[in-house]
């Protein structure tokens, strides 16, 4: 019974970490975890609020909390993209980003130049569609942005912050502390002193009941 709580706990915490938020350009919508594995996040109509966005020169902004994962981008021209074929020309992903592989857990900036993807229909003035992609290690979880796409604008805005801050997982004896960066390593030790202490208190009354 105590291994059993233990066990459904740690996974628990081990789900929810595998999650990852789109800050930067603003999403379709509110976030919900469960929707995640869905297209576009759960939202498949295209927002009327859309974000206006440097045709080049930009970047996207994304906090993930597992590490060893592995994000792309990808662009739709579609007016109201409500599929995935939207983001695929013959079948070929249209990729503005490229997969790629990243350790930390954290939040990242990763710069997203539209204009270098050459991708057709992908010019000043039009409404397209990205789609983050982002593995965590269990499958798939997609969120969207609807943008308009701006030559004259060649940085966000300055209300907007890039910025990187990330933790190093790394293992910890008794007594020593997590590297990285200094907010991102406060956030993920309070994150697992939190869960650590819901288990061993669980696990008390577990104990106490047998």
């Known amino acids: 019974m105590i291994f059993s709580t233990l066990t459904f706990l740690l996974c628990l915490f081990g ?17 919900v975890a469960d929707d ?3 297209f576009c996040g759960g939202y498949t109509d295209v927002t009327t ?20 994962w ?13 599929s995935f074929d939207n983001f695929t020309v013959n079948g ?3 990729l503005v980003h490229p997969y790629a592989k990243q350790a930390d857990t954290g939040t990242f900036c990763i710069p997203l130049n539209i204009s270098a993807a050459g991708i057709a229909g992908a010019t000043d003035g039009a409404n397209v569609t990205i789609q983050v992609v982002f593995d965590g290690g269990d499958g798939n979880l997609y969120q969207c942005a609807d943008l308009t796409l701006s030559a004259n604008l060649t ?11 990330t933790t ?16 991102g390593a406060l956030g993920s030790a309070h994150g697992l002193s939190a869960v650590t202490a819901l288990v061993l208190g669980l696990v008390g009354v577990a104990a106490a009941s047998l």
């Open 49 to 68: 609020n859309r974000t206006t966005f440097p045709l080049s020169g930009g970047f996207f902004s994304i906090r993930a909390g597992h590490p060893n």
């Open 168 to 183: 190093t997982p790394t293992p910890t004896s008794a007594g020593t502390s997590p590297t990285g960066s200094t907010a």
């Open 15 to 31: 789900v929810a970490n595998a999650h990852f938020r789109l800050l930067y350009p603003l999403p379709r919508g509110n976030f």
């Open 155 to 165: 940085s966000p805005p300055s209300d907007v912050t890039c910025s990187n801050v």
């Open 92 to 94: 070929v992903d249209q």
């Open 36 to 38: 995640e594995p869905k």
């Open 70 to 82: 592995t994000g792309g981008v990808l662009i739709s021209t579609v007016a109201n993209p409500n």
